[in-house]
Nanobody, 125 residues
Framework: QVQLVESGGGLVQAGGSLRLSCAASGRTLSRYNMGWFRQAPGKEREFVATISWSGGSTYYADAVKGRFTISRDNAKNTVYLQMNSLKPEDTAVYYC??????????????????WGQGTQVIVSS
């Protein structure tokens, strides 16, 4: 397991942009497939995006495809989630994840190896 710390959350207006960061603490991110989940108030935690350890493959949930971009910089032990054209329904706590397996698509929260503490994103209308 690795320790993950998210940052960059905050309050933005609909249509705006926000960039989330996730930094490893104690271990490097090399060899780990990284991802982002989110959980809105009163809702279950849901998959958002994932990126392979090499950065060569990505996959997005339909709800964010075309608006969000996941990327990584292994030299800095950091992954990012660039969020554009934000909508009120994007409001949630966003969690960074790390896993040894690559699923090639959405995967359940139970499959995640390590979690960050979460960072709040609020999109106002």
């Amino acid at each position: 397991q690795v320790q993950l710390v998210e940052s960059g959350g905050g309050l933005v207006q609909a249509g705006g942009s926000l960039r989330l960061s996730c930094a490893a603490s104690g271990r490097t991110l090399s060899r780990y497939n990284m991802g982002w989940f989110r959980q809105a108030p009163g809702k279950e935690r849901e998959f958002v995006a994932t990126i392979s350890w090499s950065g060569g493959s990505t996959y997005y949930a339909d709800a964010v495809k075309g608006r969000f971009t996941i990327s990584r910089d292994n030299a800095k032990n950091t992954v990012y989630l660039q969020m554009n054209s934000l909508k009120p329904e994007d409001t949630a706590v966003y969690y960074c994840t790390a896993s040894l397996s690559w699923y090639g698509g959405p995967f359940p929260a139970e499959a995640v190896g390590s979690w960050g503490q979460g960072t709040q994103v609020i999109v106002s209308s």
